[in-house]
């Protein structure tokens, strides 16, 4: 029976304009549409795959504001048994780093049916709103646990995750003692889709909310005016222009190859 916390995040939808906030710059998540990211789809996919051959209990782990209780729902109508928001304005803006140190305190916080912590910790590998692609990495470090990042595949066995990486040099075998933490990329796997039974279960699952204050963090370590970066100003994206179009009377071909030699395309 494996213990496994899913990091999931609600992002902005790809399909809506992003744009930041007028005062601090950070991204306005309120002017687009909101999602769970697909990455963290694969992610609790991939932790209901281990359930389901190993067995054991998934709970999700999620930080953000109220709204995040969509992107819950949806990893709990998938198929986890329960979550645990970590919801405090202070939060706002925070990087990387003070998001990863919440994140590891707060998983010291969750507990499972059995009694124990969590066995494996999985996280997507980067989200679509930030690609800083770290938090897992750090988190690791602040827990001092084994990392497994990057990962296309997942094997459990013998209280040990292993599995494979795939980068630029090539595949890699990577294998670690439990607890550990590991991140996974798009070749994972596909995630299913939730069933109507799923949607409605999720309804009755537990959410547990946990502020700051709850797991120990001070809010002076955390935030948009605590951040190791600032942001000073943002330009926004030029408006869409017309094209150029171009009439084939023979030489369309031509004059498209013109075009792009002129970009600097070609």
Not at 82 to 106: E, M, R, Y
Not at 178 to 184: D, H, K, M, Q
């Amino acid at each position: 029976m494996t213990n496994i916390v899913v990091l999931i995040k609600q992002v902005p939808d790809t399909w809506s304009e992003r744009k930041l906030s007028d005062g601090d710059y950070t991204l306005d998540r309120d002017a687009a549409d909101a999602v769970l990211d697909e990455i963290n789809e694969r992610a609790v996919e991939e932790a209901l795959l281990l359930k389901e051959k190993d067995g054991g209990e998934v709970k999700v782990l999620s930080a953000g504001p109220d709204r995040a209780t969509e992107a819950i729902r949806k990893a709990l109508s998938m198929g986890c048994d329960s979550a645990v928001h970590l919801n405090d304005p202070a939060l706002h803006g925070s990087d990387a780093i003070q998001t990863s140190w919440a994140l590891a305190a707060a998983l010291g916080q969750v507990e499972f049916e059995n009694g124990e912590a969590a066995d494996i910790v999985i996280a997507g590998n980067e989200a679509t709103d930030g690609r800083i692609g770290a938090v897992p990495a750090i988190i690791a470090e602040y827990l001092g646990i084994p990392q497994l990042t990057q990962m296309r595949k997942l094997v459990l066995a013998g209280g040990k995750i292993s599995g494979e990486r795939e980068t630029d040099e090539g595949v890699f075998g990577l294998e670690a003692d439990l607890p550990a933490i590991v991140s996974v990329t798009e070749k994972i796997n596909e995630p299913r889709f939730p069933s109507f039974k799923g949607i409605m279960a999720a309804k009755k699952k537990t959410v547990q909310t946990l502020t700051l204050a709850d797991i120990g963090v001070d809010p002076e370590t955390v935030g948009v005016a605590n951040a190791g970066t600032t942001v000073t100003s943002s330009t926004p994206k030029p408006p869409k222009t017309a094209g150029e179009r171009v009439t084939d009377e023979g030489e369309g071909g031509d004059k498209i190859a013109e075009y792009l030699v002129g970009q600097k395309i070609i």
